[in-house]
Nanobody, 120 residues
Framework: QVQLVESGGGLVQAGGSLRLSCAAS????????MGWYRQNPGKQRELVAT???????DYGDSMKGRITISRDNGKNTVYLQMNSLKPEDTAVYYC??????????????WGQGTQVTVSS
């Protein structure tokens, strides 16, 4: 069984920074894509950023220019550095990993989410 353990969320003032981390563990042969999405109650989950095992990145429009996603393949960990945070960035942030097991099965897995609250 695979686990995604997220950390780094919390309360920050507008203009501040946070760094989220997500570590994957378990029966993982390889992880093709890791990323972050966010969601507020009553709204659809939206892309924040993704990164492939080769380092290619994709950023959602809402936070582009204020965030940097990075990854440590050896540790199966993805990071999200968020700067110049705004109150509208308040949401639950979910880690996502698309991975393959040792028998070749492909999965798309979500973490439990970490709350980010930006006060004005």
């Amino acid at each position: 069984q695979v686990q995604l353990v997220e950390s780094g969320g919390g309360l920050v003032q507008a203009g501040g920074s946070l760094r989220l981390s997500c570590a994957a563990s378990g029966s993982i042969f390889s992880i093709s894509v890791m990323g972050w999405y966010r969601q507020n109650p009553g709204k659809q989950r939206e892309l924040v950023a993704t990164i492939t095992s080769g380092g290619s990145t994709d950023y959602g429009d809402s936070m582009k220019g204020r965030i940097t996603i990075s990854r440590d393949n050896g540790k199966n960990t993805v990071y999200l550095q968020m700067n110049s945070l705004k109150p509208e960035d308040t949401a639950v942030y979910y880690c996502n990993a698309r991975y393959r097991t040792y028998v070749g099965t492909l999965y798309n897995h979500w973490g439990q989410g970490t709350q980010v609250t930006v006060s004005s």
